[in-house]
């Protein structure tokens, strides 16, 4: 069983929990930690199927409320209906977790791709980070994770869109930890590694590789636990930890994008071929 977080109560923060990605992954094991501490919850994704799953899930299994948005939140008419949603709640606890990777050698990736992955993780995280913390600042109280990548702490070949996006969300967390500490409001950044995920495993497949991803749970468990000490920043796993202290950004970029290339078997194109 999962120990009991402290501070991370209903009570002390809103009754409510908004999760963005909830329906899978690392926002689904959000969700069954915040469930296990009493919060009643609001999941956001596309997918209707695997919301109802997941709300049927939680329900059931801890007794709480459940509500669903099933949107695109990569557009504003998504973003839309997901804050409207919260603005209608008593919010504790955001968890900005949605993000879709891209993976692939950029000039080879149509740009609406591009665009749509911003759209989701970048415009998502803005609204309802902007929704919440305007609640959280009438009440003083509440607790904000968004959800980035170690991915976000350098560029990476054949992942160039997706690090720069995570790289936005994890100023705009550190920002916020700093800005909305002193009206009582928590807020950190989560910054997983390789992650074993739904999405995850539709892109490694049954590649090997240099270390074993995390448990979707394990890493969720981590990211609020960190937020409630008040940790600004929190890179998931120990040896994703050490491997971030000890590596320069140059060098991170360099060796991770020979992963990404040998993960998703990028081969780019010169002059019209193939190298």
């Known amino acids: 069983m999962t120990k009991k977080i402290n501070g991370l109560s209903p009570r002390a923060l809103g009754a409510w929990a908004v999760i963005t990605g909830g329906s899978s992954g690392i926002g689904l094991s959000h969700a069954q930690i915040l469930a296990k501490h009493g919060f009643n919850l609001l999941l956001a994704a596309r997918d209707e199927n695997k919301l109802q ?8 299994g801890h007794g709480v409320q459940v509500r669903t948005v099933s949107a695109d939140l990569a557009t504003s ?5 997901l804050t409207d ?25 149509d740009l609406d791709q591009y665009q749509k992955s911003v759209g989701l993780k970048i415009n998502t995280n803005l609204a309802v980070a902007h929704t919440a913390a305007r609640q959280m600042r009438d009440k003083g109280r509440g607790a904000i994770l ?10 990476i ?7 720069a996006a995570e790289a936005f969300v994890l100023s705009l967390g550190e920002a916020l930890h700093h800005e909305l500490k002193p009206i009582g409001v928590k ?15 539709q892109m490694a497949g049954d590649k090997k590789l240099p270390m074993a991803p995390m448990s979707s749970d394990a890493t969720a468990y981590e990211g609020l ?3 409630m000490r008040g940790e600004p920043t929190w890179v998931a796993g120990r040896m994703n930890r050490i491997m971030t ?4 950004r140059h060098a991170g970029s360099k060796l991770m994008g020979s992963m990404m290339r040998k993960l998703f078997d990028v081969t780019p194109l010169v002059g019209g071929d193939r190298v």
Do not use: H, R
């Open 187 to 201: 807020a950190s950044v989560l910054l997983p590694g390789p992650t074993k995920t739904p999405a995850f495993d």
């Open 77 to 81: 008419e998504g973003q839309v209906s």
């Open 157 to 163: 070949p054949y992942l160039s869109n997706n690090s």
């Open 225 to 227: 636990s960190a937020l």
């Open 85 to 109: 949603e919260m603005n209608l709640l008593d919010v504790g606890v955001l968890i900005g977790n949605a993000g879709a990777p891209v993976p692939g050698w950029f000039t080879e990736t």
């Open 245 to 248: 202290k000890l590596m320069s």
């Open 146 to 155: 968004l959800v980035s990548s170690t991915g976000g702490l350098q560029g």
């Open 53 to 60: 799953s997941a709300a049927k899930l939680l329900e059931g």
